[in-house]
């Protein structure tokens, strides 16, 4: 593929460009779509609850069933006391990830501090106009572009024969 800024040709996709150091994306594979943070603090949500479920219910079980009887087994006891602190341990997790949650809704969105910022420091530029960032979606793949020139270098070739 080719470097948009400089034009060096033979370049790596997924790497820096050899000439001018711009990264260089792989235009064949689709843009990730990385999960807002929302989505993370709602599964901690789901993950501590279930966790809390699962372990208080288990450690209840053991000693309700299996303990305080002559023929128990010594073990039974610290695997049911474990399961309750990885129950009290949850629930701190949980109250925490609520914590942050609200935190979270309360923050000003980052669009509104990249504005502000914006205006604050171009304030006193000669222009307000500026260039728009690249926009890799829209731009020609590399599979179009790939080895272009060395067909071009081989077609007279062949026709001299
Ligand atoms: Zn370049």
């Given amino acids: 593929m080719f470097c948009p800024r400089c034009g060096r040709a033979e370049q790596m996709p997924e790497t820096y460009c050899r000439q001018c150091g711009l990264f260089l994306p792989d235009l064949s594979k689709p843009l990730k779509r990385t999960s807002p943070p929302e989505e993370h603090l709602k599964a901690n949500t789901v993950l501590s609850i279930l966790t809390i479920v699962a372990s208080l219910t288990l450690s209840l079980l053991l000693f309700i069933v299996l303990g305080f009887k ?22 701190q997790t949980l109250i925490r990830t609520q914590m942050l949650m609200k935190q979270w809704k309360r923050r000003t969105p980052l669009k509104e501090v990249q504005a502000h910022e ?44």
């Fill in 70 to 91: 002559p023929e128990t087994h010594p073990l039974i006891y610290p695997t049911a006391g474990i399961l309750l602190a990885m129950c009290g341990w949850h629930i």
């Fill in 118 to 161: 914006t205006t604050t420091a171009f304030k006193s530029a000669p222009t307000a106009e500026m260039l728009n960032p690249a926009d890799f979606t829209d731009a020609i793949p590399a599979s179009v572009t790939e080895h272009t020139t060395r067909h071009l270098a081989e077609t007279p070739r062949q026709k001299s024969r």
